[in-house]
């Protein structure tokens, strides 16, 4: 028979593993209870009513070689369908269909539940800088909305 010394290892090691069991049940609950910060004030641009907001308060990060920050816009009335494209960008302008059209980030996609996009923006966002959206419609027609961006998103 094995003599086992009285280590803190040998008093302790099954405790362990059942808190390692236990986990990642913590976990999973964080998972289907995620938080979000709140939603921007609704606005109406053509027929569409929507919201945008963001995945988190975090500084934007670098993706592709561009600077983006996460969001969902949520359609409240419109028919997304009635979208030809539609791209997000932070800044103190709008950029340009043409510009947006230079790459791949800041195009809102998703479903009729909520679309997505990664919205272009430089490494920091001041003062002085808006949300922009700009939606195409299937005849061509271009428009834009923009909110003013949160005290809590200016980088220090």
Same mark, same amino acid.
Not at 36 to 55: K, N, R, Y
């Given at each position: 028979m094995a003599r086992l010394t009285n280590s803190f290892w040998n008093r302790n $090691?099954? $405790? !362990? #593993?059942g808190l390692l069991l236990i986990l990642p049940a913590y976990?999973?609950?964080? #998972?289907?209870?995620p938080t979000? +910060?709140?939603?921007? +004030?609704?606005? %109406?641009v053509g027929e569409f009513t929507l919201a945008p907001m963001p995945l988190d308060l975090n500084a934007p990060y670098r993706?592709?070689?561009?600077? !983006? $920050?996460?969001?969902?816009v949520l359609f409240q009335k419109?028919? !997304?369908?009635d979208i030809r494209q539609a791209f997000m960008n932070i800044g103190p302008n709008a950029l340009s269909v043409a510009q947006l059209h230079d790459g791949d980030l800041g195009i809102l996609h998703g #479903?009729?539940?909520g679309q997505h996009v990664h919205a272009l923006t430089n490494g920091s966002i001041s003062s002085g800088d808006r949300l922009w959206l700009t939606i195409e419609d299937w005849q061509g027609e271009i428009? %834009?909305? #923009?909110? +003013?961006? +949160?005290d809590s998103w200016l980088s220090s």
């Amino acid at each position: 028979m094995a003599r086992l010394t009285n280590s803190f290892w040998n008093r302790n $090691k099954f $405790k !362990i #593993s059942g808190l390692l069991l236990i986990l990642p049940a913590y976990f999973f609950y964080e #998972s289907l209870h995620p938080t979000f +910060p709140d939603a921007l +004030p609704v606005q %109406t641009v053509g027929e569409f009513t929507l919201a945008p907001m963001p995945l988190d308060l975090n500084a934007p990060y670098r993706h592709d070689g561009e600077y !983006i $920050k996460d969001f969902m816009v949520l359609f409240q009335k419109g028919d !997304i369908t009635d979208i030809r494209q539609a791209f997000m960008n932070i800044g103190p302008n709008a950029l340009s269909v043409a510009q947006l059209h230079d790459g791949d980030l800041g195009i809102l996609h998703g #479903s009729r539940y909520g679309q997505h996009v990664h919205a272009l923006t430089n490494g920091s966002i001041s003062s002085g800088d808006r949300l922009w959206l700009t939606i195409e419609d299937w005849q061509g027609e271009i428009r %834009t909305v #923009s909110w +003013p961006v +949160p005290d809590s998103w200016l980088s220090s």
